[in-house]
């Protein structure tokens, strides 16, 4: 089992480029989520998809849209980036029930000039 | 609302020493609790969760959480620390106001450095 995997794993953009970051689990899990880390910010939510065909706002989604393709993948767009995206975007999958713990993937870091 | 905070930055400790990173929550209903950890340049590791039950959590790599409800903290500790602990840990509750999203929220992270 992969788990989850991310791509890329490194991205520079200019101001206004657009992108998309992919995600795919094989644990068969209902629930994706995408976070962005920041120093001294911890995890922040930035979307989610309980199950597959719904999608939700997390904390900070402004900026950022998000396809639930099928219940395996789960992509991030940045439509026009900006410098305040530059971050660590990560992954993760599971924790549907009120017991489950997420799964994460390795993150992809991204630059916006 | 729940929220949950990790009140130290760092925290520095001596390998062979125990060690301790602590973590306060606030949550409405009953509070479920995980550890998390991650190695420089990696995605978060799950440690360890507290559903229900006993107080003492034990979890991945020799590591361990006390769950003390009247003071509504949840920290994370091992006896014995190992230079390669150092990493940086999350400490996380389960949102209880999301119904059946699983959704979580993290603190904002502890940096522990064990030197040897």
């Known amino acids: 089992n992969a788990g989850v995997t991310q791509t890329p794993k490194f991205q520079v953009l200019k101001t206004g480029q657009s992108m998309t970051l992919q995600c795919a689990q094989d644990?068969?899990?209902?629930?994706m989520y995408w976070y962005r880390q920041d120093p001294g910010m911890g995890l922040r939510l930035i979307y989610y998809?309980?199950?597959?065909?719904?999608?939700d706002k997390g904390e900070v989604p402004n900026g950022y849209n998000v396809s639930r393709l099928n219940k395996r993948e789960f992509s991030l767009r940045l439509e026009s980036a900006a410098p305040s995206q530059t971050s660590v975007y990560f992954c993760?999958?599971?924790?549907?029930?009120?017991?489950?713990?997420?799964?994460f993937g390795p993150g992809t870091r991204l630059t916006v000039l | 609302a729940q929220s949950v905070a990790q009140p130290e930055d760092q925290v520095n400790v001596a390998e062979g020493n125990p060690l301790t990173v602590k973590c306060t929550y606030s949550?409405?209903?009953?509070?479920?609790l995980f550890w998390y950890v991650q190695y420089p340049n990696r995605g978060l590791q799950f440690l360890l969760k507290?559903?229900?039950?006993?107080?003492l959590v034990k979890g991945s790599y020799g590591f361990e959480a006390e769950f003390n409800k009247s003071q509504t903290s949840f920290h994370l500790k091992k006896p014995s620390a190992l230079v390669s602990d150092s990493a940086l840990y999350f400490c996380?509750?389960?949102?209880?106001?999301?119904?059946?999203?699983?959704?979580?929220?993290f603190g904002q992270g502890t940096t522990l450095q064990v030197k040897p």
């Open positions: 993760a999958s599971g924790g549907q029930s009120f017991y489950g713990e997420q799964f």
């Open positions: 644990m068969n899990h209902n629930s």
């Open positions: 998809s309980a199950s597959e065909g719904t999608t």
């Open positions: 949550v409405s209903g009953n509070p479920y």
């Open positions: 507290y559903i229900t039950g006993d107080n």
């Open positions: 996380a509750v389960r949102d209880l106001g999301s119904s059946n999203t699983g959704k979580l929220i």
